[in-house]
């Protein structure tokens, strides 16, 4: 069994420097990490010309396909009748990405079949993540 889910969507970029109308992306879940995702876009999507990867929180992703979440670096938020906007803050300036929310739903649920919503907590290593952070 695989403790890591990995799905390519399509992201459609709305607004940012580099001029692709859609780009490849990945999300991503790793149950040692059970309460993050992290959606990687391609160097060529991105204005450093470097892949970028943004964690953020599963719960976050799983309430913006129904409505508006989020006050920080990511916020998510349904646009319209198919589409999950999804928008990141950064100093370097701001890019919003639209995919599919029947995708984002996909993910959703195959990550929730690996960890089940609530239950992220018996799946964090308390002691050995200490342990590694006082090594």
């Not at 964690?55 to 938020?77: C, H, I, K, N, S």
């Amino acid at each position: 069994m695989s403790f890591v889910i990995e799905q390519a969507v399509e992201a459609r970029l709305v607004a940012a420097a580099p001029r692709m109308a859609s780009i490849p992306a990945t999300l991503r879940y790793d149950v040692t990490d059970p309460f993050a995702v992290r959606m990687s876009f391609p160097a060529p999507a991105t204005l450093e010309g470097v892949e970028v990867s943004w964690t953020f929180a599963r719960e976050l992703l799983a309430a913006g396909v129904g409505e508006a979440a989020g006050a920080g670096d990511v916020r998510v938020r349904p646009y319209g009748y198919d589409r999950t906007e999804l928008e990141f803050h950064a100093v370097e300036g701001m890019a919003i990405v639209h995919i599919r929310t029947g995708e984002v739903r996909r993910f959703l649920a195959d990550t929730d079949a690996l960890v089940p919503t609530g239950e992220e907590s018996a799946f964090v290593d308390v002691d050995g993540d200490l342990a590694e952070l006082l090594r």
